[in-house]
């Protein structure tokens, strides 16, 4: 009898000695609140680091790409001519081309339209105006603009009548501008337009001492009220008797070039013309 619940004490003994020990090892496996608290962070900093990651790799993209479009060593194969105001092929270069051109520029749809010039690989220079460049919404649509490969003319600060200012003020109109657009993009521009292609012999001066080629245009009709809608514009730019080799389009940054400009473009290239990379002109020799 003693020895039955001697026995029966020790057999309780055991089982409450094993249930503590599972209990603790329940308890041990469950993370306590400082732990959890910090797995919880580790997941976020760990979720951090990959967007970071991807952002970086993102930026690597956009760089290589910018560098490839700078590492493309163009030779000069045309000249333009400032008696026709056409380009014109050097030696053997291929002669059914044309130039297209963009003033104003950035109002309000000129980066829309160097983005649908992009997806086309349709090259053309922008001409710009230092009063769209005050803000910095201006300024950063220039240098997106240039980022994507476009090359930037100068069309003046305040696109005043150069024959109607001083000497001193027509200096002041390029040149504020030539640093202005330094000063965003990194570079001075290599095209000049005058307003209205009212060109001086002060400002063509001006523009050989910045190394800049003077460039009016063959013919252009947006600006004129009988062409500020997208099909009379599309059929204007390419049913034009002027459309022959060599030719500088004028257009503007408006609202409804914008609208006409991707039939512009197709109805030209149907035609067997090629947009010329501004790129191949050569440029003006440095001032001595």
Not at 90 to 115: C, N
Not at 136 to 143: A, I
Not at 161 to 185: A, G, H, M, W
Not at 258 to 268: K, P, S, V
């Given at each position: 009898m003693l020895k039955n619940s001697f026995f029966i004490f020790l057999l309780s003994l055991v089982l409450v000695v094993t249930a503590c020990g599972n209990e603790e090892k329940e308890t041990t496996n469950e993370p306590k609140g400082d732990e959890a608290i910090e797995e919880t962070e580790h997941e976020e900093e760990t979720a951090q680091e990959e967007e970071k990651a991807q952002e970086e790799e993102k930026d690597e993209e956009v760089t290589e790409e910018k560098e490839d479009l700078a590492e493309v060593d163009v030779q000069p194969s045309y000249?333009?001519?400032?008696?026709?105001?056409?380009?014109?092929?050097?030696k053997d270069?291929?002669?059914?081309v044309v130039l297209l051109t963009i003033d104003d520029a950035p109002d309000k749809y000129a980066l829309e339209m160097a983005k649908t010039l992009r997806e086309k690989n349709v090259p053309a220079i922008f001409f710009v105006n230092g009063h769209f460049l005050q803000s910095e919404e201006g300024k950063k649509t220039l240098k997106e603009i240039a980022d994507l490969g476009f090359p930037i003319g100068n069309h003046t600060y305040h696109h005043e009548n150069l024959t109607e200012i001083s000497e001193d003020k027509q200096r002041e109109e390029i040149i504020s501008l030539n640093d202005l657009v330094e000063e965003i993009i990194g570079s001075r521009p290599q095209?000049?337009?005058?307003?209205f292609g009212a060109n001086t012999d002060t400002s063509l001066r001006i523009a050989k001492e910045e190394k800049m080629i003077p460039m009016n245009w063959t013919f252009g009709y947006d600006w004129e009220v009988d062409y500020q809608s997208k099909d009379a514009l599309e059929k204007i730019m390419v049913e034009n008797p002027y459309l022959s080799n060599g030719?500088?389009?004028l257009t503007h940054d408006r609202s409804w070039t914008n609208e006409a400009l991707e039939g512009i473009i197709n109805g030209i290239q149907e035609k067997g013309y090629e947009f010329l990379d501004p790129n191949k002109i050569q440029k003006e020799k440095e001032a001595a």
């Amino acid at each position: 009898m003693l020895k039955n619940s001697f026995f029966i004490f020790l057999l309780s003994l055991v089982l409450v000695v094993t249930a503590c020990g599972n209990e603790e090892k329940e308890t041990t496996n469950e993370p306590k609140g400082d732990e959890a608290i910090e797995e919880t962070e580790h997941e976020e900093e760990t979720a951090q680091e990959e967007e970071k990651a991807q952002e970086e790799e993102k930026d690597e993209e956009v760089t290589e790409e910018k560098e490839d479009l700078a590492e493309v060593d163009v030779q000069p194969s045309y000249i333009v001519n400032e008696k026709t105001w056409k380009v014109e092929p050097i030696k053997d270069a291929k002669d059914k081309v044309v130039l297209l051109t963009i003033d104003d520029a950035p109002d309000k749809y000129a980066l829309e339209m160097a983005k649908t010039l992009r997806e086309k690989n349709v090259p053309a220079i922008f001409f710009v105006n230092g009063h769209f460049l005050q803000s910095e919404e201006g300024k950063k649509t220039l240098k997106e603009i240039a980022d994507l490969g476009f090359p930037i003319g100068n069309h003046t600060y305040h696109h005043e009548n150069l024959t109607e200012i001083s000497e001193d003020k027509q200096r002041e109109e390029i040149i504020s501008l030539n640093d202005l657009v330094e000063e965003i993009i990194g570079s001075r521009p290599q095209f000049f337009r005058a307003p209205f292609g009212a060109n001086t012999d002060t400002s063509l001066r001006i523009a050989k001492e910045e190394k800049m080629i003077p460039m009016n245009w063959t013919f252009g009709y947006d600006w004129e009220v009988d062409y500020q809608s997208k099909d009379a514009l599309e059929k204007i730019m390419v049913e034009n008797p002027y459309l022959s080799n060599g030719a500088i389009l004028l257009t503007h940054d408006r609202s409804w070039t914008n609208e006409a400009l991707e039939g512009i473009i197709n109805g030209i290239q149907e035609k067997g013309y090629e947009f010329l990379d501004p790129n191949k002109i050569q440029k003006e020799k440095e001032a001595a």
